[in-house]
């Protein structure tokens, strides 16, 4: 039986795991606050119920992954303090952010959330750190398909050229 075949919550995590979680972390809690600061902002309220529930996912994975690291004695990064609510009225159109940006924002941060959960899953030699951020992978891609299926519906989603090539048209 070798060091690494036991409980996994008993083995160490090497040193791309704890890099790889504490920047996740780090990344997550300021996502968060991002979402709390559009939230003040956003008008549409699929948006508003989009951005909620992607700050109650991402403080699940947070409560995770610091249960995680101080279990295993790693510090925790900072967290940002909490954004107060605001009234969308109170702030100059301006300034404002517009649905279609903070629909494309959140789903730019979703896109990302998925690349940092699939490298940490193959860099994971703990398989619960694998299926940990496997379960964030799982949700996130369902958050995805809702924001983009939001961003169809409202008209919001600027698609890129599209390619519309047929073998039989040269």
């Known amino acids: 039986m070798g060091i690494l075949s036991g409980n996994p919550a008993?083995?160490?995590m090497h040193y791309g795991e704890v890099f790889s979680t504490w920047?996740?972390?780090l990344t997550a809690k300021g996502a968060i606050a991002g979402y709390q600061t559009h939230l003040n902002h956003?008008?549409?309220e699929d948006l508003h119920k989009l951005l909620e529930e992607a700050i109650q996912g991402g403080q699940q994975e947070i409560k995770q992954i610091e249960t995680l690291l101080k279990a295993n004695g790693v510090g925790l990064p900072p967290t940002p303090p909490e954004r107060p609510k605001a009234c969308l009225e109170d702030i100059p159109v301006g300034?404002?952010?517009a649905d279609p940006e903070i629909a494309a924002a959140l789903s730019m941060s979703i896109a990302a959330g998925l690349v940092a959960c699939s490298?940490?899953?193959?860099?994971?030699?703990?398989e619960d750190i694998g299926m940990m951020f496997g379960q964030f992978h799982i949700q996130k891609a369902a958050l995805g398909a809702k924001v983009?299926?939001?961003n169809k519906e409202k008209g919001w989603l600027?698609?890129?050229p599209l390619h519309h090539y047929k073998a039989e048209d040269c």
Do not use: H, K, W, Y
């Open 42 to 44: 956003a008008g549409d």
């Open 23 to 25: 920047s996740f972390l």
């Open 148 to 150: 983009l299926r939001l």
């Open 95 to 97: 300034a404002r952010f």
């Open 158 to 160: 600027v698609p890129p």
């Open 10 to 12: 008993d083995e160490p």
């Open 119 to 126: 490298t940490i899953m193959g860099q994971s030699i703990r």
